[in-house]
């Protein structure tokens, strides 16, 4: 199993970025999927997350309204929208894919950071 985060960068203060986290040797459809966030010397987040269909999802109140979480199970594909970025999401940002029990894999992460 293999999940590869990308879209990552350094964007100023109101900018947007797209995440994408590429998947692959599992079933994706079977997978919800969650993206977290790790900013230094603090521990992981949970931003959002996605059932396996995607059709509802959950965000953290420090991003509601500016981040959008996506998927497209025909192309193996988990996507964050991130708008009007703030430098308090500077982080590195990881995707997980979650199954049943201890089924639950996740990327190497991709650096985010917000600054002018």
């Known amino acids: 199993v293999q999940l590869v985060e990308s879209g990552g960068g350094l964007v100023q203060p109101g900018?947007?970025?797209?995440?994408?986290?590429?998947?692959?040797?599992?079933?994706?459809?079977?997978?919800?999927?969650?993206?977290?966030?790790q900013a230094p010397g603090q521990g992981r987040e949970l931003v959002a997350a996605i059932t396996r269909a995607g059709d509802s999802s959950i965000y953290a109140d420090s991003v509601k309204g500016r981040f959008t979480i996506s998927r497209d199970n025909a192309e193996n594909t988990l996507y964050l929208q991130m708008n009007n970025l703030k430098p308090e999401d500077t982080a590195v940002?990881?995707?997980?894919a979650v199954g049943g029990g201890q089924d639950n894999y996740w990327g190497q992460g991709t650096?985010?950071?917000v600054s002018s």
């Open 15 to 37: 900018g947007s970025l797209r995440l994408s986290c590429a998947a692959s040797g599992l079933t994706f459809s079977r997978y919800a999927m969650n993206w977290h966030r």
């Open 93 to 96: 940002y990881f995707c997980q």
């Open 111 to 113: 650096q985010v950071t």
